[in-house]
């Protein structure tokens, strides 16, 4: 497998577990039964990257590496209550995908410098 085969999936897998990730959170905030403030107070973190992922900036992605620590952590405490939702399960699987995806696609093309990843 070449660099570039690696690279596009690493991109594919990125964007894909973000967009899963996005719309978990808000199955579950919905199933929750929460008012549209706290809409706004969990998914706008996530959605401030969304066109650096979509644009493949590196930056981008690095600093959101960042904040989906707070995602893990308030995924970790879901999946710890007496009865998690599958929902629970999923946000905890689906951001720790996001991070190890997102972290080894831009190491790779940091390493890489000179590839080009062609839209």
Do not use: H
């Not at 973000?18 to 579950?28: E, I, K, P, Q, S």
């Not at 929750?32 to 969990?42: D, M, N």
């Not at 991070?99 to 790779?108: A, D, H, I």
């Amino acid at each position: 497998m070449t660099i570039n085969c690696k690279l596009k999936l690493l991109r594919n897998l990125v964007r894909l577990s973000y967009a899963l990730l996005v719309a978990a959170l808000t199955a579950n905030l919905w199933l929750q039964g929460q008012p549209a403030v706290i809409y706004f107070i969990v998914l706008f973190p996530l959605a401030m990257f969304a066109p650096g992922i979509w644009l493949d900036n590196l930056r981008t992605q690095i600093w959101m590496g960042f904040v989906l620590l707070l995602y893990f952590a308030s995924a970790v405490f879901g999946v710890t209550k007496p009865e998690p939702s599958i929902l629970d399960i999923a946000e905890l699987t689906l951001t720790v995908v996001l991070f190890c995806g997102s972290m080894l696609y831009t190491r790779c093309r940091q390493v890489n410098p000179d590839i080009t990843m062609e839209k």
